[in-house]
């Protein structure tokens, strides 16, 4: 399965993929209606420290620990996308507690948002892959 | 505050109904343009340090930035221009010589622009390169001019060394230091892939490009920098270079600041020491001192690479290349004086040297007319942008074109002209870490290798039209160019009839 992989070494710290991430997520067609004055608040996050930079998103973990610690099957892998059913989740945040990468939080809507692959929004690769100026994240098929 | 004499030449104009406030403009721009404000929540930019590299409106999401003329003027004079007085300003200020990067950028003839190419109708047909073979490789070398024979009567293999490309294009010669480690691995992925070749420049060869060493030149340089017999013999040819046509007559100057880890062990010198290039080879005072460089880089490599030398386009051009040719030096390279430079003095870059088409249909002639064409290929540089500039080149007697700058605009380069600043946004010409890796070379590589081939298939197509089938009968072809709006001198120079004719 294809999944978002990061080559650090490429990162700028540009932070475009968090921008791209958002307007994704809005379902607006053009970016700048719709984040406009909007607090983003991403599904791909960039970690900084000492010029070091790199975007950390939901890794889609064979055996998740999110998906087994979530109390009310919200947390789904469907063919290998672990999605979240905004419905049924009940922002317990377990998840977010048992993620190792930090890649599950806390959403406006008072439940939990993840990475999806983009699979709810658009076809295809990913916005932020899409959006990296310096292929710093990729969309591939890794063994 | 001191009085400001100079005004910003740019103005950054951002359309706020767009800008969606990413901050990507302020950490993607290393002259520290612009800034965000927490109170209001938005941004500003000190166009005063904008160089119009376009770094910020490239990767603006939302297309909300555009870099503007400012319009700020003195009275306007014919004579004291803007510029002219800005430059006057900025020497009142800093009593030092003025720098520029690339190329000349002044308002000069450009011959390639007053020559329009031939093609086929009715008598003679033209070719369609997609359904018959075209051929666009080329060898450059000495060539064998007599069939030698033994005492059975079988032939001598009498050829000398040459270089084998695929189309006639080459990187030309950028040093590892005044470009980065990523435009350098860029361009020699490139040529592996593409089967033509880059140069080292003056800085060396870092040893994780061994491996392209069949795809590379090597540059012998004024300051000798980074030559070894590893060097030479990694290389599939040596070019020394006399001179640049950015800066004829003048060395180069890699500040100390420079000088730092890999750059200054490729080099073989100490870390934060200038690179001092001086302006003459301190051993070459004449053709035959040149001639004994030529023989000693052959010795050391047994006579199996072809040597280049390359020359800045000067106003004796034709005498001087006669004299390269007689040195034993297999392929001439002449610079033009549009040619680029990371760093030269604006008054030299700007006014001295000649134009590459009038220097390379002068260099043709001569070495025809004295009968050694054949001892030498031609390669010429010094700003061929396009395919049609090499097809115009090959035609007025070039074996192949060097390109630098195009190289570097499809690296992701502007031209904003600051190289010898040292804050490439692109990666290009800096050795800053963080702007190191904006250049990655996966990206890089398959741009250079796209614009190459494009060009290939548009030389295919022109060669097609004028009903010709190989690069080698398009060669010192000059009936298949016509000038426009050029005076009688300048068609005899270029050997040329004026369109119409």
């Not at chain 1, 650090?8 to 809005?26: D, I, P, R, S």
Request: hydrophobic letters at 35%.
């Amino acid at each position: 399965m294809k999944r978002v992989y990061v080559n650090e070494k490429w990162c700028l710290g540009c932070h475009l993929c968090e921008f791209y991430c958002a307007f994704a997520n809005t379902g607006e067609k053009d970016m700048a209606q719709a984040l406009k004055d909007l607090k983003i608040n991403p599904r791909i996050k960039i970690e900084e420290q000492n010029g070091i930079s790199f975007a950390v998103s939901c890794r889609h973990c064979r055996e998740p620990f999110c998906v087994k610690a979530c109390i009310s099957g919200a947390l789904q892998a469907n063919d290998g996308v672990i999605t979240i059913d905004k419905d049924k989740c009940i922002g317990c945040c377990t998840c977010i507690l048992s993620c190792p990468f930090g890649a599950v939080a806390v959403s406006e809507e008072g439940v939990v948002q993840k990475c999806e692959l983009c699979v709810q929004t658009h076809e295809g690769t990913p916005r932020c892959v899409e959006g990296c100026p310096n292929n710093a994240i990729v969309f591939e098929e890794r063994g | 505050m001191a009085i400001r004499y100079i005004y910003s030449e740019y103005e950054v104009s951002r359309n706020t109904d767009r800008c969606i406030v990413c901050r990507v403009c302020e950490r993607q721009c290393a002259n520290e343009v612009h800034t965000y404000l927490p109170e209001q929540n938005k941004m500003t930019a000190d166009e005063s340090k904008c160089v119009n590299c376009h770094r910020c409106v490239s990767l603006c999401p939302t297309r909300a930035l555009k870099i503007i003329k400012g319009n700020n003027t003195y009275k306007e004079n014919a004579n004291w221009s803007n510029k002219t007085m800005n430059e006057l300003y900025r020497q009142a200020d800093s009593g030092g010589v003025l720098l520029s990067s690339m190329g000349n950028s002044e308002n000069y003839p450009i011959y390639f622009d007053r020559i329009l190419l031939n093609a086929s109708q009715v008598t003679n047909p033209s070719i369609d390169p997609l359904r018959e073979p075209m051929e666009t490789r080329v060898y450059l070398g000495s060539k064998a001019v007599k069939i030698e024979r033994d005492e059975k009567g079988r032939l001598k293999n009498n050829l000398l060394p040459h270089l084998k490309l695929s189309m006639p294009i080459m990187f030309s010669a950028m040093s590892y230091g005044s470009i980065s480690y990523n435009a350098h691995e860029s361009l020699a992925r490139a040529s592996e892939e593409l089967g033509i070749y880059y140069n080292t420049g003056e800085g060396g060869l870092h040893e994780d490009f061994y491996p392209y060493g069949k795809n590379t030149i090597v540059q012998v340089a004024s300051g000798r920098f980074g030559v070894h017999k590893a060097y030479l013999n990694q290389a599939a040819a040596i070019e020394i270079k006399i001179g640049q046509g950015a800066k004829p007559g003048i060395g180069g100057h890699l500040p100390g600041k420079k000088i730092v880890g890999d750059i200054s062990k490729t080099r073989m010198i100490p870390e934060g020491s200038d690179a001092i290039s001086p302006a003459p080879h301190h051993d070459i005072y004449s053709i035959e001192d040149l001639s004994q460089l030529v023989y000693s880089l052959k010795e050391a490599t047994e006579y199996k690479k072809p040597v280049i030398v390359k020359i800045a386009a000067v106003h004796n051009v034709a005498a001087i290349a006669s004299g390269i040719a007689r040195s034993g030096a297999d392929i001439i390279s002449i610079d033009g004086f549009r040619g680029g430079t990371g760093a030269a003095p604006t008054r030299i870059r700007d006014h001295v040297g000649i134009p590459i088409e009038l220097a390379l249909a002068g260099v043709d002639k001569r070495l025809r007319d004295e009968g050694i064409r054949d001892q030498v290929s031609v390669v010429v540089g010094g700003s061929i942008r396009s395919s049609t500039d090499i097809v115009k080149a090959v035609a007025l007697g070039a074996d192949c074109v060097y390109i630098g700058t195009a190289a570097l605009l499809a690296l992701g380069c502007h031209l904003c002209r600051s190289c010898h600043e040292g804050k490439c946004n692109w990666g290009i010409a800096t050795q800053v870490p963080e702007l190191l890796k904006r250049l990655n070379p996966d990206i890089g590589y398959k741009r250079l290798v796209n614009l190459l081939t494009a060009w290939r298939h548009e030389i295919e197509e022109i060669m097609g039209g004028m009903g010709i089938n190989s690069i080698e009968s398009l060669k010192g072809n000059r009936l298949m160019l016509r000038g426009v709006g050029l005076n009688e001198k300048e068609l005899e120079i270029l050997g040329i009839r004026h369109a119409g004719e």
